[in-house]
């Protein structure tokens, strides 16, 4: 089986940060967003075709020179084609079926039986459905007694919604689902697409646990605290030389000797976090110095920014070589 992984989209809620880093390739609990969601992924998968669109070179680039357990294709847009027009651009050569999966979001499913229920309950799609408080950013399903997803709203009014189980961003296709999708225009398949499929059988995959879409910055850190506590942060403990609680996530080539640290934080490649300092739930980006005494808190700063000596940071997001 394949995976098409949506990768497009600008990140506009992840600004400044996205103006030069895709969201996909921001670093959070040891590596970048995309990363975990491929690690959902069932180790036979024959290929990953990565639907890309903004700074889709970006991506080509990362992939190339970190390879991933499967091949990796990156299909780009000339422009935006919205998660349809996205999937049928890619489309090309899929596996019948395939996972369809948001670069976007972490959760705890398990696509390995995700993809075993769908083979046992035939029909055109299988889609993971997350239980969450707050269904309006999401895609809402409602479901019979067999699982059978009856009605689907694609971000409905809190009056509107059917269940509170939202779509989270992982599925099971058939490639009837790619045949339907309209060539040559933007298409969201949510909301153009997906209803129509029902009549032919689509079901949920219900999984409980952890989830989150990362596609702002508090829940960026969110994802990131989930993933910490999920033991999916990758190397832990704190930077040698340094002291606090931790967990941080180490990423090759950063310093901090004399540092302290609070509770989830990634420090990418090449940062330096001076003696004195002090830093807690954040990510810090590539080449980010913290300088003496500073102190950041609840923050995402981007490549190369770089705090003050003694300067308080607390819940900022800041674009790549920024001055604080
Ligand atoms: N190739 C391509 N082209 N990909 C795109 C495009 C595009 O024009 N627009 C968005 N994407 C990608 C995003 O990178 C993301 O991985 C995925 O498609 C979904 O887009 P978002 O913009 O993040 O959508 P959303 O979060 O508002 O809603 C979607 O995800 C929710 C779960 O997080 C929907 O699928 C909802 O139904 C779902 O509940
Ligand atoms: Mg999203």
Redesign the pocket.
């Known amino acids: 089986m394949k995976a098409l992984v949506?990768?497009?989209?600008f990140g506009t809620r992840l600004r400044p940060v996205t103006y030069t880093v895709p969201?996909?390739l921001i670093p959070i609990a040891g590596k970048p967003l995309l990363y975990h969601v491929l690690d959902l992924l069932p180790d036979d998968v024959e290929e990953v075709v990565l639907?890309?669109?903004y700074k889709a070179d970006v991506i080509d680039g990362y992939v190339r020179t970190h390879p991933v357990r499967w091949p990796v294709r990156t299909v780009p847009?000339a422009e935006?084609?919205?998660?349809g027009?996205?999937m049928k651009n890619?489309g090309d050569g899929m596996s019948d079926p395939f996972f369809l999966l948001?670069?976007?979001?972490i959760a705890s499913a398990d696509l390995e039986a995700m993809r075993t229920a769908h083979a046992a309950r035939g029909g055109v799609g299988t889609m993971a459905l997350f239980e969450v408080e707050d269904t309006r950013?999401?895609?809402v399903a409602a479901l019979d007694a067999q699982g059978r997803i009856t009605a689907f709203v694609?971000k409905p009014e809190p009056e509107d919604a059917p269940s509170r189980w939202?779509?989270?961003?992982l599925a099971v296709w058939s490639r009837t689902a790619l045949d339907a999708i309209p060539p040559g225009r933007?298409v969201s398949f949510?909301r153009e697409i997906v209803p129509g499929l029902l009549t032919q059988g689509v079901y949920g995959y219900r999984f409980t646990g952890y989830w989150d879409?990362a596609?702002t910055p508090d829940r960026l850190l969110n994802a990131q605290r989930l993933l910490f506590e999920a033991g999916r942060g990758g190397k832990l403990g704190i930077p040698r030389g340094a002291f606090g609680t931790g967990p941080v996530a180490t990423m090759d080539g950063s310093r901090a000797a004399g540092a302290s640290f609070g509770p989830n934080v990634t420090l990418a490649p090449g940062v330096t976090v001076e003696a004195g300092a002090h830093v807690a739930n954040s990510i810090l980006m590539d080449d980010v110095r913290v300088e003496r005494d500073a102190t950041v808190t609840d923050s995402i700063l981007g490549p190369r920014v770089r705090v003050r000596a003694g300067h308080r940071l607390v819940r900022q997001v800041l674009g790549d070589g920024a001055e604080a």
């Not at 935006?80 to 998660?83: F, R």
């Not at 939202?166 to 961003?169: P, R």
């Open positions: 949506l990768v497009g989209g969201k996909q639907a890309t669109g847009e935006p084609l919205g998660t027009g996205g890619a948001n670069s976007d979001v950013p999401y895609g694609e939202i779509n989270a961003g933007p949510e879409d596609g």
